[in-house]
């Protein structure tokens, strides 16, 4: 292995200088410097002594030539402005820089074509393992990696037999916002969700009728109130609810934003909140869940820790260790204003 380094004046240490002072062979003392599993604790201890007191610095490139490993992780996002994304980026970069591994990141912008281009460009840089990143909970097809390369699919889950993704549970977030307004005495609560297209409004809306079904209740409206994921959405059909003749005392809205709009109709029909009506959102983005009028009560989905997971994860599978299947990440509720227990709570 080719390596530059200096003593006194301007000589090059060479691995062979190390090998020499360290009493092994020049492969022993690579190996050594590698971290390679097959060198005695005892040699390798001498080894890197020899190598201190020499003052001997690998050079990165012909370590990268001559070792399996190159140190560097591949992120392909589909969609690096989506406010979804950036979280879990930012958990899997902590996770990675942890370790001192280096990341080269790709944006495919939504576009399965440019997704394998990029994965193709990160495989010829022999990255040594892959994390890609999608812009929905929708199961997705696998890419086209070697299956030498290590792969996590992180948010959007693989379709692949043996493929590994870490997802958040949205199941389990439906459960968790409709327990906790049935334990504020809540009884009659409707969902106002997103589009029926998205995996996360599916889940989250079993969860919320498996909890109600539980405690022997329905849904105000039905199951069926799926429209877009914005506030006109949940203004919109926040109105029908309370002009209509089923009691309301609940709403379980399918993001902050449709939350944002229920709040607005709510306070529009001269409903109080939490008083009359309690409100939940999904997602716990920071800039909605603050400013609301109350602050509004929301299920964080835990993106920067499903992020440091599935990162974590993969390290793993480099290292060696097997596994596969879809993981569901746990949730869990961030109480505000707008779920205040009312005085009445319970009765």
Known sequence: MATTGDRAGSTTVTL?????????????????????????????????????ALSFTPNFFARALNSARTGTIGMVTSDLDNRFVLPILLGAEDAFGSGSLSVLLADARDDALREQLQIDSLLTRRVDGLLIVGRTTNPRPPAAVPPDVPVVYVYAPSTGDGDVSFTPDNVQAGTAAAEHLLGLGRRHI?????????AAARDRAAGVAGALRAAGLGLVGGDSLYGQWGEAWGRDCARLLVRGSDPLDAVVAGSDHIARGVLDTLRDEGLRVPDDVAVVGFDNWDLLVRESRPPLTSVDMELEVLG???????????????SAGVFPQPVRVQARASTVPRTDAGA
């Open 16 to 52: 062979a200088d190390v090998a020499r002072v360290a009493g092994v062979s020049v492969a022993t003392a690579s190996k050594a410097l590698n971290g390679r599993a097959q060198v005695a604790a005892g040699t390798r201890l001498k080894v890197e002594e020899a190598a201190a």
């Open 190 to 198: 409707a969902l106002v969700n997103g589009e029926a297209s998205y």
């Open 308 to 322: 440091r997971t599935a990162a974590q994860h993969l390290v793993d599978i480099i290292e060696g260790t097997v």
